[in-house]
């Protein structure tokens, strides 16, 4: 794994020095008031000022243009500025004024297809692929999606024209006028099929996502429900503890707030009547606290006073029929974004360490024109963790703006830097099940890895679902990159339910917990490359149709093909998968499949359909734990499909703070080689503070067949249960090897002999 560019966390950004005050873009190619920069083989920055003034400042979304350029050729055919690049060829008619369809062209290929690709500011570009939307709010069936980045035609214009100029500090500048002379900034995205090329261009021009804490890939339990703080201690938890289901996230719904429930800014000790006590026992036992608020307050409110004089005036009123006497806040105005966020201080004091933005009603707002409102607000927030010492980022929606979901000037493309994408209240049926689990990775064309739904969905009609609708929505999040149980006065507690569905629920929470190595090591990924946690067919296998056509399932990393269970049923239920090239090994059951084809997975509750490419190396957590945190990972799991050669690095940190932004992080290469039948763990390069020593594996071969000899460094080990040993499963076809603990500063190898085949 490379090594993180060096980052600026006193900005807000998460972005590269570089951008502020680095060497200036090299190699423009200017052509009259038109102006082109090669960012990339695949990326073409193309601007036209009617006056000559060219911008070279970072703006909100392109923060990191001061790369080196790749090869490029430029030529003047017959009138025509020509740029060739070894993927792209760019053609713009000299002196015909500002970009059209008609006087700029880019010709690519997208597959075996040439394309000619005429790109039009204010137009989208067709056959997208599909993107976001600022919230899923009272969703209760598929609904449409604005754009994203990723085209079947190959290409896309990021129009960049009216966002406005970041600041070294992290404040903004409008754009400058051209005194009435026509002016655009755009990026002329020319990936073809290849779209990972295409979103690691965005991330590397809109700059890398956050880095989220371990703890956030754990489990998050929220309810809307007036729960007092001794039914967390005597009740809640307990429950967690007796049912051996993990927590890391305690989200306390807007009930904790008085004078008001929706908007107060004061603990309602009705409820709370200790909240230092409250904390300091959750933090006692391993938990994260996050209260939600909403971006209002009342006259009423005794914390009123304090706001007024930050401010200075009154603030205006809210325009809400179910807040008045409300009083809303402009969050670019420097005085009412300080009154606003000195209203978080106390919680912040106390260690509340979320405050979950539920920007939904309140019609607070940004007037600054040239940048999202949502994604202004998220900055601010994830710049106010930076300067507490933890990681940064918002939970909130994302991408818009209050008041509908107009697509805003500045568009979703600094989102991930910023935000874990609340997607709000949805409805709790089939058809929102099966729309989520593709609203995930098409939100990945924005660049966003980070998507957390409401599983089992907000609304409590019904109050407790069915078995099954329960069961698999549990089953979805175990694979999504945040699981959130979440729902209005709902069950959503797996003790709340009975026999197979309870029994489901339990297993795999247990499992999302246990995947937490790996889902972090996904987030390590999404931050260096722009790819999402859970990634759309179509990245890996753009070349066949099934990879757009079979949208529910997707690829969590590149080598854990997931098919989420979609369709009512408390039995067995058969899904209809779509296996890409090459053979794939059934996580659960052992079954194997060899693609490309299409093929019925039948599954009951204590399964679903997940499967490892030939080759895959998946780390979980080998022992059980209440949380993410509770203790340091020196028992690690690592499920391998044989069948195929493959490679893992698992990326560790400290979990929290900013210690990974300089060096302090370690990565542990492992590679499986089928024809020896060999696993090597390489010694882990690098480290940070509190990382073990020692680790002792356990490695599950999955479709292997029995070993006649089983070696761990060079040395045969017996047949038995406990370590070093061996035991070999014939229903399932796998063979699991445990090792004592090991030192991590020397590398470990696991190999294996088939006795079929004695080599």
């Known amino acids: 794994m490379t090594r993180p560019p060096r980052l600026l966390p006193a900005s807000g950004l998460l972005i590269p020095l570089a951008v502020l005050g680095g060497p200036p873009t090299p190699g423009p190619v200017v052509d009259g008031n038109a102006r082109f920069t090669v960012l990339s083989p695949t990326l073409i920055r193309v601007e036209y000022a009617g006056d000559g003034a060219f911008e070279d400042r970072p703006t909100f979304n392109a923060v990191t243009r001061a790369t080196e350029p790749p090869p490029f050729t ?105 005194g009435g002379r026509p002016y655009q900034d755009g990026y002329l995205f020319g990936y073809g099929h290849d779209y990972r090329r295409g979103l690691k261009d965005l991330r590397d021009l809109t700059g890398p996502a956050a880095m989220l804490p371990r703890w956030a890939f754990g489990i998050w339990f929220s309810r809307y429900y007036p729960y007092r703080e001794s039914d967390y201690r005597d009740d809640l938890l307990p429950g967690f503890r007796a049912n051996r289901v993990p927590l890391d996230m305690l989200v306390v719904d807007t009930d904790w707030k ?125 710049l106010r963790d930076r300067e507490r010492g933890l990681r940064g980022f918002a939970f909130s929606r994302a991408g818009g703006g209050y008041g509908g979901f107009r697509v805003y000037p500045a568009g979703p493309w600094a989102e991930h830097r910023y935000t874990v994408h609340f997607t709000g209240d949805t409805s709790p049926n089939w058809d929102v099940l099966a729309f989520e689990a593709a609203y995930t990775h098409l939100e990945g064309n924005i660049g966003m890895p980070y998507v957390s739904h409401d599983i089992g969905g907000f609304y409590a009609r019904p109050k407790h679902l069915p078995d099954g609708l329960y069961a698999r929505w549990v089953q979805l999040g175990t694979f999504q990159p945040i699981l959130r149980l979440h729902s209005n006065h709902g069950d959503r507690l797996p003790w709340e339910y009975s026999g197979a569905a309870q029994r489901s629920a339990q297993r795999f929470l247990r499992l999302r917990e246990a995947l937490v190595p790996y889902t972090y090591t996904l987030a390590r990924q999404a931050v260096d490359t722009g790819l999402p946690i859970t990634r759309g067919m ?211 190898t696991l190999q294996f002999t088939d006795e079929r085949r004695g080599s």
């Open 538 to 748: 179509y990245l890996n296998y753009p070349e066949h149709e099934e990879a757009y056509r079979y949208r529910t399932q997707y690829l969590y990393g590149d080598d854990v093909l997931v098919a989420p269970v979609t369709t009512p049923g408390l039995g067995k239920v058969t899904t209809k998968v779509w296996f890409p090239p090459g053979t794939w090994t059934d996580y659960f059951t052992g079954a194997t499949h060899t693609g490309p084809a299409t093929a019925k997975v039948t599954t009951d509750l204590s399964t679903m359909p997940v499967f490892l490419r030939a080759g895959a190396i998946l780390p979980t957590r080998t022992d059980y734990v209440d949380s993410a945190e509770r203790k340091p990972l020196d028992q690690v799991t690592l499920a391998v499909a044989t069948g195929g050669d493959g490679k893992l690095s698992l990326y560790e940190d400290a979990g929290e703070g900013p210690g990974h932004l300089s060096g302090q992080s370690a990565t542990t290469a492992m590679t499986f080689d089928t024809a020896k039948r060999l696993l090597r763990i390489a010694a882990r390069r690098g480290t940070f503070p509190g990382a073990v020593t020692t680790r002792s594996w356990t490695a599950r071969f999955r479709d292997a067949d029995r070993p006649a000899q089983v070696k761990v460094n060079g040395t045969a080990i017996p047949a038995r249960t406990r370590a070093p040993g061996w035991t070999y499963h014939t229903p399932t076809r796998t063979l699991t090897v445990r090792t004592t603990a090991l030192p991590v500063t020397a590398g470990t």
């Open 258 to 382: 008085s004078p008001n429930t929706w908007n107060g800014w004061n603990w309602n000790p009705a409820l709370f009547p200790d909240p230092p006590g409250f904390l300091d026992w959750a933090r006692g036992q391993g938990l994260r606290v996050a209260l939600n608020i909403h971006p209002s307050i009342s006259l009423a409110d005794p914390k009123y006073a304090q706001v007024k004089a930050i401010v200075g005036e009154d603030l205006p009123a809210g325009d809400c029929p179910r807040l008045p006497g409300s009083r809303v806040f402009d969050w670019s105005d420097p005085k009412q974004l300080k009154a606003y966020f000195d209203l978080h201080k106390p919680l912040e004091d106390l260690g509340v360490r979320l405050l979950w933005l539920d920007w939904c009603c309140d019609p607070s707002k940004v007037t600054a024109p040239g940048v999202t409102p949502d994604t202004w607000i998220n900055s601010r927030y994830a």
């Open 74 to 178: 430029t030529t003047v055919e017959n009138g025509t500025r020509v740029i060739r690049t070894d993927r792209l060829t760019l053609r713009y008619r000299r002196d015909s004024g500002p970009f059209t369809p008609a006087n700029l062209s880019v010709k690519l290929k997208a597959g075996a297809r040439r394309v000619t690709a005429r790109p039009s500011f204010g137009a989208s570009a067709a056959v997208n692929l599909g993107g976001w939307r600022r919230s899923l709010d009272k969703v209760s069936a598929p609904v449409a999606l604005n754009d994203g980045l990723l085209t079947r035609d190959g290409w896309y214009l990021l129009d960049d024209t009216s966002t406005a100029v970041l600041n070294p500090d992290g404040t903004i500048t409008q754009r400058p006028g051209h």
